[in-house]
Structure formats: C-alpha cells, structure tokens
C-alpha cells in the first residue's frame, strides 16, 4: 500500500489543517483571494477546481444529470441513474 493511499484513507472524512507553512499541496474548491497566492512558497503548490461541489454534492449532481437527458441524450445514455429525489423538496414524487 502506498504512503498516499494510506494517508488519504487516514484522513477520509476528517478536515486536516497543518499550522505554519510546512505542508506542500492546498486542495481548492472556489477560488483563492490574490493575497493567498502571493504568501505562497516556492516549493507549496494549489490543486484547485473551481465549482467541484457540482460534481461532490449529490443533489447538484443529479440536477445536472437530468438537464443533460432533458437537452441533448434522452435517459438512454444514462440509465444506470436510479430514481433520485432531493427531499423535502420532491416529496410528492414519492
């Protein structure tokens, strides 16, 4: 097992925050501020993209699955999706 796979499955779940600047990656879902970038050093990097939630939240995921099937493919090409309902607001569906 590798030392990345044992960390990230260490910290699954967990928020880890490392004091000072002794820490290499920054993962980032929204954009930094400029001041952020410029108090970078040299050797620290930032793996950002922006709007990810899109994709991590499952409600937002969903939405964006069915506006896929509702302009351009129909449910053919996706329906491997279950029934999916974000509730309380589609409580009527069920």
Known sequence: M?????QVHATSGKQV??????????????????AQYTMLKKHQKVNQFPKSYELTRKDLLVERIQRM???HHGPCLFDFIPLTLTLPRETVKL
């Open 2 to 6: 590798s030392t990345t796979y044992q």
């Open 17 to 34: 925050k490392q004091e000072g600047d002794n820490w290499l990656v920054m993962w980032s879902t929204k954009a930094l501020k400029l």
């Open 69 to 71: 099937q509702e302009m």
